[in-house]
């Protein structure tokens, strides 16, 4: 038996561990998510702006934000690069334009799509690599990684959520008023909640954490906390 073939048999694939961390808009997924990966040396996946950047394309092309064909065809061949916090599509940067509000509510018309979500699977799970990875969205403990050492889903209240990301807006000078904030974070909470393929709901094994009152640092303290105790 040659070296190769005795190395293909008998030495498995060492999967990479993930730490995923599932919640609702702005409870502070990607903001923890960021600082785990960096204390652990971990890469990390905002799979948020996956759909994001979906959800731009189809407002640009005029795609349907329904349709599945063209949804599918948007995401044939994404190739996304994340770099030092900044994203760019086919050599255009688009880090500021996907975390616009009409983004995020495209993002999350087009994530009701099941056959767009299939389509986004494999670039998802390609981004698992050693020595981890940190994953942030809806469905990594439930759907796309199944098998994750650790499953955190976040919670804040709605209102704590909505002033948070109103004082984002505001640092960044963008428009934005709290009460459509506000209600713009409702429908989406319920159109993600709702939807059939991939719902946004804890996995049976994950931790549940509400950060409504916490900081970030003692949030990122907790999941260290939990990820060294199941080591
Ligand atoms: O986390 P975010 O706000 O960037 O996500 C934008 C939308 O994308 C959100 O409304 C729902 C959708 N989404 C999803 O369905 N599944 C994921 N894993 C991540 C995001």
Redesign the pocket.
């Known amino acids: 038996m040659s070296m190769q073939a005795h190395t293909d048999i008998s030495t498995p694939a060492v999967l990479a561990p993930v730490i995923a961390i599932?919640g609702p808009?702005?409870s502070g997924?990607?903001t923890v998510a960021n600082r785990v990966a960096r204390a652990l040396g971990y890469a990390c996946l905002?799979?948020?702006?996956?759909?994001?950047i979906i959800?731009l394309l189809a407002i640009e092309g005029g795609v349907d934000q329904s349709g599945a064909d063209g949804l599918c065809g948007l995401a044939a061949g994404l190739a996304p690069v994340f770099e030092d916090g900044r994203i760019w599509i086919d050599g255009r940067e688009i880090t500021e334009d996907i975390r616009r509000e009409d983004v995020?509510?495209a993002?999350?018309r087009?994530?009701?799509v099941a056959p767009l979500?299939l389509a986004l699977l494999d670039l998802?799970r390609r981004q698992r690599r050693l020595p981890g990875l940190v994953a942030?969205?809806?469905?990594?403990g439930t759907v796309?990684f199944p098998d994750a050492a650790l499953k955190v889903f976040l919670v804040a209240d709605v209102q704590v959520r909505a002033e948070r990301r109103f004082k984002q807006l505001m640092d960044k000078g963008y428009p934005a008023t709290l009460p459509v904030l506000l209600r713009g974070m409702q429908e989406?909470d319920q159109?993600?909640q709702s939807?059939e393929f991939?719902p946004?709901v804890p996995a049976p094994d994950a931790m549940v954490l509400d950060s409504s009152t916490l900081t970030a640092d003692a949030v990122v303290a907790q999941v260290l906390q939990w990820y060294s105790g199941r080591a």
Do not use: F
């Open positions: 599932d808009t702005a997924k990607g905002d799979s948020g702006a996956l759909y994001r959800g995020g509510a993002a999350s087009v994530a009701a979500r998802q942030d969205g809806r469905d990594m796309v989406r159109r993600d939807r991939a946004l």
